[in-house]
């Protein structure tokens, strides 16, 4: 059977380089720019998981292998923007250590999300509170402040009927008042309130806030946020998120601000997701992580410790992702109570992407993964006990035995023991060690992994394993 991501690194590919402690470092070779970077050290311990996406935006990084708040101001330091082909270290401080230390050896793992040019449509009814104001896709809230990024292309649908008489349109002041209608990048079509009736905008470079408005009445409107974030407001859930989602790959990234009561937040892809990762950026807790393997939704698994998996209804609220939200409980770790949160969303995509699980069998001649792709990366962590989250590449060392690992968890250098040696295939990984971590007789493990080729090109060619 043939897929529709013929090649992987379009989507995701590791980059190897060697630290110089040289200004603003440049990384290429990535083949794309990234929505989101994961960077460890690899023959220096010590040295932390660095993640940075688009969404929070350069240079605000977060440690897998701690329970530690955002670092919004870490100065000459860490990835000072995403670039082209790759990123740039920004010189000095810490996090350039952790990236850019002369002699030092590092693997970035970077994933395509929306990219720069995201693209949504908003359906906008008009309601009474107060007075009329505009509503976008049903959310419960009149006039929100919506994120609408530069690069990205927006379409306001206003042909539901009561938008009659309530053209919306942009400017740079609320109402519209004492400046003019704001035209660059806006285009429109129809009479609001008739059927193909929109408002769209594609943002332009360095555009201003802007504010959304109608041209007949004053009071119906909001601000609209054009930040370079490749991202964009999305209302499926209680709570207004936002998002930059890759719908072909399976991969988004969702910024939210808690309210400690149960409620669900929009994800923006097109399948429930199989894999969430949940970080509080405004405080110090752990990383919650769902995985549809787990026993249920009740259970959840922490990303920067070796526990098992535990029962804590109030994390996911018991309830498993539907095709447009994730539901989050009480927990202050994924829904503290006016808390800043970034999730990283992961579904199944044939050929590409697979979150699945495995049992082990104890024996040096390990079970065999299908994931129907020649995967290019693997995570994956042990459920029923302790074990660190191990993680596997094709770039580290390029041939099987696939020997080389790190740890999510830890801060560790890379080490090749074999305790997670594995073939790569053509259509799956083979564990080739004993490990508890890894193939413990009767022990059950989690994985994502992400495909270098599927099993079989669109074109119906069969891949082969190195």
């Known amino acids: 059977m043939a897929w529709t991501i013929n090649n992987g690194k379009l989507y995701f590919n590791t980059e190897l380089y060697t630290g110089n402690a040289s200004s603003s470092r440049n990384i290429t070779g990535v083949g794309f720019q990234p929505d989101w970077t994961w960077i460890k050290s690899r023959n220096t311990a010590d040295y932390d998981n660095m993640v940075t996406d688009v969404v929070r935006a350069a240079p605000k990084m977060l440690k897998t292998n701690s329970s530690a708040a955002e670092d919004a101001s870490p100065g000459a330091g860490g990835i000072g923007s ?32 929306a990219g720069t040019a ?19 896709d049903d959310f419960g809230t009149n006039a929100v402040t919506l ?28 109402d519209g008042a004492n400046s003019s209608q704001y035209t660059t990048g806006v285009t429109t079509n129809g009479t609001p309130g008739n ?26 409107g909001g601000q609209a946020n054009t930040p370079v974030t490749n991202s964009f407001s999305n209302f499926a859930g209680t709570i207004k998120s936002n998002i930059s989602p890759n719908t072909t790959s399976g991969f ?14 929009g994800h923006g892809l097109n ?51 539907s095709s447009s939200v994730f539901s989050i409980g009480t927990d202050a770790g994924t829904n503290g109570s006016s808390v800043n949160f970034i999730a990283y969303c992961f579904n199944d995509v044939q050929g590409y992407l697979k979150c699945g699980s495995y049992t082990g069998n104890g024996n040096a001649d390990g079970p065999f993964v299908h994931t129907g792709f020649k995967p290019s990366f693997v995570l994956g962590k042990r459920t029923d006990g302790a074990g660190g989250w191990w993680i596997l590449d094709s770039k580290r060392p390029g041939f099987n035995l696939t020997n080389e690992y790190l740890l999510a ?17 053509a259509n799956g990984w083979k564990a080739r060690a004993t490990n508890g971590n890894f193939n413990a007789s ?25």
């Not at 949504?120 to 009329?132: I, L, P, Q, R, W």
């Not at 990024?149 to 609320?174: I, M, W, Y």
């Not at 968890?409 to 295939?425: H, I, K, P, V, Y």
């Open 82 to 113: 995403f670039d082209s082909d790759g990123f740039t270290i920004a010189t000095g401080g810490i996090n350039n250590t952790n990236m850019n230390n002369n002699g030092t050896t590092y693997v970035g793992w970077n994933w395509l999300a």
């Open 118 to 136: 995201p693209s949504n449509t908003y359906a906008v009814k008009v309601v009474s509170d107060s007075g009329n104001k505009y509503r976008f």
């Open 147 to 174: 994120e609408i990024s530069e690069g990205g292309t927006f379409t306001f649908d206003q042909s539901d009927s009561s938008n009659n008489g309530h053209p919306l349109r942009f400017a740079t002041q609320a």
């Open 195 to 220: 059927a193909g009736a929109y408002t769209r905008i594609t943002v332009a470079a360095s555009a201003p806030t802007l504010f959304y408005y109608c041209t007949n009445h004053t009071g119906m």
């Open 252 to 265: 988004s990234i969702v910024s939210y601000t808690g309210t400690g009561s149960n409620a669900s937040v």
């Open 271 to 321: 399948s429930a997701p199989k894999m969430i990762i949940v970080k509080s950026l405004g405080a110090a807790e752990s990383w919650f992580v769902y995985h549809a393997d787990l026993t249920s939704a009740t259970y959840t698994i922490n990303l920067d410790t070796t526990g098992a998996q535990f029962s804590n209804a109030s994390t996911w609220n018991s309830t498993a992702p």
């Open 409 to 425: 968890n830890d801060a560790q250098a890379e080490a090749s023991d074999g305790s997670f040696a594995s073939d790569f295939l």
């Open 442 to 466: 009767g022990g059950t493990y989690i994985y994502m992994a992400f495909a270098e080729n599927p099993f079989t090109s669109s074109a119906g060619t069969p891949v082969t394993a190195r």
